[in-house]
């Protein structure tokens, strides 16, 4: 039986507002998601799941307002904890620390987790939501690392070279045979 994951990419953050746990979407983020609740409202999406942090919640929760739901959180589909779990990793840090990760799977920050933790906790909310919502449309709110993670452990071609191209916002649609990746699409196609 088919079901289908769309994993939808936060909008964009102010990076200097808050910190990883509530920052939410600057204006364009807003606008990020509006674009995102046109795109998707027509996919027949009956479940909404997202990541703890407001910018991903933020993303999808009007997509789910208008098919009457709520945004179920789980705090396992957060994004990879880089150093420490309330602060930013400046962008000029995060390129060798990613690059080290996907090299070393088992690689860490002191204070934070590898990229094999991040996987591992992940996946786990990942399979138990498609035995859950079996055969239904799910929208999951998340974050580039975390989502590449994912994305990894059922594909090897998602890997760090993936993560670097992918945009924010970003829609990947993931059909799945029960628990076997069959197909991704993307769907956010936008500059
Ligand atoms: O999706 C991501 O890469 C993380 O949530 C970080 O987002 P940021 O660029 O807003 O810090």
């Given at each position: 039986?088919?079901?289908?994951?769309?994993m939808?990419r936060?909008?964009?953050?102010?990076?200097?507002?808050?910190?990883?746990?509530?920052?939410?979407?600057?204006?364009?983020?807003?606008?990020?998601?509006?674009?995102?609740?046109?795109?998707?409202?027509?996919?027949?999406?009956?479940?909404?799941?997202?990541?703890?942090?407001?910018?991903?919640?933020?993303?999808?929760?009007?997509?789910?307002?208008?098919?009457?739901?709520?945004?179920?959180?789980?705090?396992?589909?957060?994004?990879?904890?880089?150093?420490?779990?309330?602060?930013?990793?400046?962008?000029?840090?995060?390129?060798?620390?990613?690059?080290?990760?996907?090299?070393?799977?088992?690689?860490?920050?002191?204070?934070?987790?590898?990229?094999?933790?991040?996987?591992?906790?992940?996946?786990?909310?990942?399979?138990?939501?498609?035995?859950?919502?079996?055969?239904?449309?799910?929208?999951?709110?998340t974050?580039?690392?975390v989502m590449t993670?994912?994305?990894?452990?059922?594909?090897?071609?998602?890997?760090?070279?993936?993560?670097?191209?992918?945009?924010?916002?970003?829609?990947?649609?993931?059909?799945?045979?029960?628990?076997?990746?069959?197909?991704?699409?993307?769907?956010?196609?936008?500059?």
């Open positions: 039986m088919k079901t289908f994951i769309y939808v936060h909008g964009e953050s102010p990076k200097t507002e808050g910190n990883e746990r509530t920052r939410g979407l600057t204006d364009k983020g807003k606008s990020d998601a509006f674009q995102i609740t046109e795109l998707l409202r027509g996919e027949g999406i009956e479940v909404f799941v997202s990541s703890p942090y407001q910018r991903a919640i933020l993303t999808i929760q009007e997509l789910a307002q208008c098919s009457g739901q709520e945004v179920l959180i789980f705090e396992d589909l957060k994004e990879r904890i880089f150093s420490s779990e309330d602060n930013r990793i400046p962008d000029d840090e995060l390129f060798p620390l990613l690059d080290k990760s996907f090299s070393d799977p088992n690689f860490a920050l002191t204070g934070g987790e590898s990229n094999a933790v991040c996987q591992n906790r992940s996946i786990t909310v990942l399979k138990e939501l498609l035995k859950i919502y079996r055969g239904q449309k799910v929208a999951l709110g974050h580039g690392a993670l994912m994305m990894e452990y059922y594909d090897k071609q998602y890997d760090l070279n993936f993560l670097l191209h992918t945009s924010k916002p970003d829609v990947y649609r993931m059909e799945f045979n029960d628990q076997e990746l069959v197909e991704v699409k993307r769907l956010w196609n936008m500059p």
